[in-house]
């Protein structure tokens, strides 16, 4: 991947990718989509069952709840480049392991070059600490942003963990709206 690589260029490498073992399962990669440039870029964990079949993130009920939070604070998610931490879905849809998340990182720094965003939201503690490792869990810092190589970042609960509690909802809307609120700001 060199320095002109165009955001294309980078899907057809990750489609192709065969560097860790999550290849051999996969039906396909699962890149990203979105503008480029786009001012928020989302992060989230792995692709589940129906993004290995669609090749698109947050299809499934977590890409659902997703947007319909996105757009309750007045987000349009067509608007956003959403991604995952790794491009290809772990067997069992299990959390995908430190090696994978390090083995896919190159390709996720590239995207935020590319989609150069001025805030990223990451969804879950997966996506919080590869992104910093000494943080707070995310029940502590969610909705609080820091400011790292020029960006913005929000840690939010991942919309997965607000379906199976219910309670995370009204959370997430509330950091949601922090985020669109901040968006003003810049």
């Keep these: 991947m060199g320095l002109n690589t165009s955001l294309k260029e980078l899907e057809k490498t990750i489609s192709n990718c065969k560097k860790c073992p999550l290849h051999k399962k996969r039906l396909q990669a699962v890149p990203g989509i979105g503008p480029s440039p786009s001012i928020i870029l989302v992060i989230g964990e792995a692709p589940g069952a129906k993004e290995d079949k669609l090749g698109l993130p947050f299809q499934g009920a977590a890409g659902s709840l997703l947007t319909k939070l996105l757009n309750g604070v007045g987000l349009d998610r067509n608007g956003l480049f959403i991604t995952n931490l790794v491009k290809c879905r772990p067997p069992q849809n299990r959390p995908p392991t430190n090696?994978?998340?390090k083995t896919c990182a190159p390709?996720?720094?590239?995207?935020i070059i590319l989609v150069s965003p001025k805030i990223i939201l990451l969804l879950g503690a997966k996506a919080l600490k590869a992104v910093s490792p000494d943080s707070l869990p995310i029940s502590k810092v969610h909705g609080q942003s820091f400011r790292k190589d020029g960006i913005f970042y929000f840690p939010l609960y991942h919309p997965a963990?607000?379906?199976y509690n219910r309670s995370l909802q009204v959370v997430l809307v509330d950091d949601l709206i922090k985020v669109k609120n901040f968006l003003v700001t810049l």
């Design 99 to 101: 090696k994978e998340i």
């Design 161 to 163: 963990a607000a379906i």
């Design 107 to 111: 390709y996720l720094k590239k995207q």
